[in-house]
Every structure is written in C-alpha cells, then in structure tokens.
C-alpha cells in the first residue's frame, strides 16, 4: 500500500509506492529526458562528451545524470565521462557510493582502528596475567 507524498520536482501529490520517487507526471518529463539525452549520447561524436557538455546541450540537471549513472541507465563503460558524486568528497566515481580514494583512505583508517583494538586488548591481557611479586630487601 501507498503512502501520499509530494512529488520533489514540481511539489504536486502523488501515491508513493517505493517504486518511483516523482509523480507520474515528472516521471513521464524525465524519460523524455532520458531519451533525448541518450539520442544526444548515442552519436559517435558525443560518446565522450562530459557532463557540463551533455547539460549544456540537452537541458537536462546534472542531478538527473548523476541520478541515470547510479541506477545503471546510463553505463559509463559506453560513455567514459559519466559518474556521480562520491558521497564523501565529491569527486566523480561510477560505482559504489565512494570514489577510489576515498575507499582507499577508508580501508587504512580500519586497519589502524583494527591494529589500535588488537594493541589495547593484548595490552589488557598482559595487564590481567601479569603479578608483580616485590621483594622487601629488609628481610633478605
């Protein structure tokens, strides 16, 4: 069942399904959109038009792009300058929500914290088995 919700595009109502975010409606201005911005792609000339380009010549947001490249409608396998925001930075990536670096850089952060844990818990076991037996000097 459906909940009613306001479309983001053009604030009119509609039943959200968990299917599609925007109305019927945008939906329909959308794929228009998409159709005329894989006609524009589709042209050998334009295979590697950048995103300003494709923007600048179809009309359509950059967030739509971003929004097509993420869902896999538009494969940047087929067109090398297509991505969409890394969720971190910013820079451009066309798969995962993180960009190369950013993982990277991820990735050596965890190791760090695994190798910090692994230090303190040996450390605490050292703590728990050690005793220390001190020796009075006076009854030797």
């Not at 538009?74 to 670096?101: H, I, M, S, V």
Request: charged share 30%; glycine share 8%.
């Amino acid at each position: 069942m459906g909940e009613l919700r306001n479309c983001p595009t053009c604030g009119g109502f509609f039943n959200y399904t968990g299917i599609r975010e925007v109305c019927g409606k945008c939906t329909q201005q959308e794929e228009q959109m998409y159709e005329e911005v894989y006609r524009f792609l589709r042209r050998r000339e334009n295979r590697a038009a950048t995103i300003e380009r494709i923007v600048e010549e179809t009309g359509v947001t950059e967030t739509l792009l971003h929004k097509w490249v993420r869902r896999g409608r538009l494969q940047p396998a087929l067109f090398p300058n297509l991505g969409y925001p890394c969720d971190n930075c910013g820079a451009l990536t066309t798969k995962g929500k993180l960009c190369e670096a950013c993982a990277a850089q991820l990735q050596n952060e965890l190791k760090q914290f695994e190798a910090a844990e692994e230090f303190r818990d040996a450390l605490q076991q050292s703590e728990k088995g050690a005793y220390h037996v001190g020796r009075n000097e006076e009854t030797l």
